[in-house]
């Protein structure tokens, strides 16, 4: 789900080809490689156009700047057509979902990792990034769609929240606390959305409802 790497073979939507095309796999696949070997601080354009085997002009004039490059990466990570497993059940899809995530947090080189660092330097790339978490949020949602059509979730089940509680425990642990991971969280946080998403906690509220004071629990 959240791998920034360009997939070889993998379908991907129409995008210029010919020579305009190659250059911009070799701009982008130098940008992941500087990235991930040196770091956004000593990421440049013409660090960037030098490994590329490009013109520094032709970098400057079509991405502008390192924010450019960087939110073409994210941009061109959603070129693919990756959609999430279909296993028959809330859970085996939520598992296999982990495990593609857990993958892409954790290959070597780190290349996911050291992009969803950079987005946090750099506007242009957060908002890059953005929009691919909104892409792929909405190629998951039929995995909610179709456990509401099995009966495993109440009708009006919220797809986001749903699928931010299933996966939100790997990137805050993998992505913001940097610590190893720990063996069992992508199929515990799989099995505690399931759990949850199973008895209507994502449902909406209804009208009128107003949540609890602290000292009321």
Partial sequence: MTSFRRATGSPVVSRPGGRTGRIRRQVLDAVRAELVEHGYDALSVDAVATRAGVHRTTVYRRWRDVGGLLADVFDTAGDDA??????GSLLGDLLALNDQILAALTERPPATMALIAASFR??????????????????????????VERGEVPPGTLARPLLICATAPL???????????????????????ALAASTGAFTAPEPGFTAPEPGDI
């Fill in 82 to 87: 990756w959609q999430p497993a279909d296993t």
């Fill in 122 to 147: 750099s506007e242009d790339a957060a908002r890059a990034l953005g929009r691919f978490w909104e892409d792929r949020y909405a190629r998951c949602e039929p995995i909610v769609g179709r456990a």
């Fill in 171 to 193: 990137y805050h642990r993998l992505a913001l606390m940097r610590l190893p991971a720990e063996p069992g969280l992508a199929a515990m946080a799989a099995r505690t959305a």
